[in-house]
């Protein structure tokens, strides 16, 4: 048994060779199906990789008031709307009156994003983002420091001269060094960092480690451009008191605005990880989108994968004859054009993969995002080429192990 099988694979592989620009044409029709599926899937998890990563440290149990909701800013009807920023003296009033159990209120704005920085003779790009904190921001936004440590309530209440520095630094104007201690320069302003963070790496082009972060007080002296938005951010610990403390902070920051009871909020409020949900729907789309353009041309690669085993059985009608003539079965001879088939189809798949995750890298490198192994796309392509194999092989195969032996043999 295992000797005819054997035999069978034998004849296969002999017969695609012998036919080898139209088996080389039909694996790049099956792979280029397959490389569409892989390539976008791979790109498509990637992105999420990247956004998961950069929001999910922010945590399930806080939420930001800011000028816009992102829906608003997202949407074309309401895009119109226009919200005023909000201003320093609101912030400071939230943070005096939200006194809901177990959060904590943080305050940040972004003063430049094109800062310089400036250690003994060494001074970077004007490339750094610098922003004004409070003692609760690098908490709530889920950054840890590497070394050194983080502002204290005493640093932010007395403006002490310190930062917080990111840690693409050490490589850069501190030359390797510890930059513990040491003092910089920001617009001609000492400062004595006090802690490196963590790594964040790059996301979309922005890299998240050439960042500052200095006392509140000292970055509104430093950056007094008119219209400043600042930004809240609420932790809460309880996540069962979440809603409720939303609920509150807006009632809170509505107060502070004087909206009445009828007038809509002029401000949004998002939640961390509404705001991935939301950003993930748009990455299920797409791979939807990646799934329809794979069926379709996989669908195609299919019939040109059953016309050309329905050739390669017409071509070899007298074969099949003499084959029969000489006792082989019908299952034995349905085998051999199912082998062909199934062999054509999976190097077309292997074919697709090495291309579709080649595409993947190329896109997540080109785009910063965070790449891995597709192994999830790599098994459906896998699972998929072997049901086209079958569906395209099936009746070729039939028709091979059908064929009348007398007739056969007469075929010219």
Do not use: C
Request: net charge neutral; aromatic share 8%; proline share 2%.
């Amino acid at each position: 048994m295992f000797s005819l099988f054997g035999e069978n694979i034998r004849i296969a592989l002999s017969s695609i060779r012998n036919q080898a620009l139209r088996t080389i044409l039909t694996i790049l029709i099956i792979a280029i199906g397959i490389t569409a599926l892989v390539g976008i899937l791979s790109a498509v998890s990637a992105l999420e990789n990247t956004i998961s990563k950069d929001f999910a440290s922010m945590g399930a149990n806080t939420f930001n008031l800011q000028r816009y909701e992102f829906r608003t800013q997202s949407s074309g009807v309401e895009e119109q709307k226009v919200n005023p920023i909000i201003s320093y003296r609101e912030v400071r009033k939230f943070e005096e009156e939200y006194h809901y159990p177990t959060t904590q209120t943080a305050i940040s704005f972004v003063g430049t994003g094109g800062a310089e920085i400036k250690y003994k003779n060494e001074k970077t790009d004007p490339e750094i983002s610098v922003s004004g904190i409070n003692e609760n921001f690098l908490t709530n936004s889920g950054l840890s420091v590497e070394d050194g440590r983080e502002f204290n309530v005493f640093d932010i209440e007395n403006n002490n001269n310190v930062a917080v520095i990111g840690s693409d630094f050490k490589n850069g104007i501190f030359k390797g060094t510890d930059p513990v201690n040491k003092t910089i320069s920001i617009r001609g302003a000492k400062f004595k960092v006090i802690g490196v963070l963590e790594s964040k790496g790059s996301t979309f082009g922005n890299n998240q480690d050439l960042r500052v972060f200095i006392p509140l007080q000292h970055a509104r002296s430093l950056f007094s451009q008119p219209n400043i938005n600042y930004s809240l951010s609420v932790k809460v610990s309880d996540k069962e008191l979440l809603e409720s403390a939303q609920d509150d902070a807006i009632i809170t920051f509505r107060n502070i605005r004087g909206l009445n009871p009828i007038e809509e909020n002029n401000f949004g409020l998002e939640r961390s990880d509404d705001l991935i949900n939301r950003i993930l729907s748009i990455t299920g789309a797409l791979n939807i989108a990646a799934w329809i353009i794979s069926i379709i041309t996989i669908f195609g690669s299919s019939i040109a994968l059953m016309n050309i085993m329905l050739v390669s059985v017409t071509e070899r009608t007298r074969e099949i004859g003499v084959r029969k003539a000489l006792g082989a079965k019908k299952n034995t001879i349905a085998t051999q054009f199912f082998l062909e088939t199934l062999v054509i189809g999976q190097l077309g798949g292997i074919l697709g993969i090495i291309l579709g995750i080649l595409i993947g890298f190329g896109i997540s490198s080109a785009l910063d995002f965070e790449f891995t192994t597709p192994w999830k796309a790599m098994i459906w392509a896998t699972l998929i080429t072997i049901v086209v194999a079958i569906l395209a092989g099936s009746y070729p195969a039939a028709k091979a192990a059908k064929q009348d032996p007398i007739e056969s043999l007469r075929y010219e």
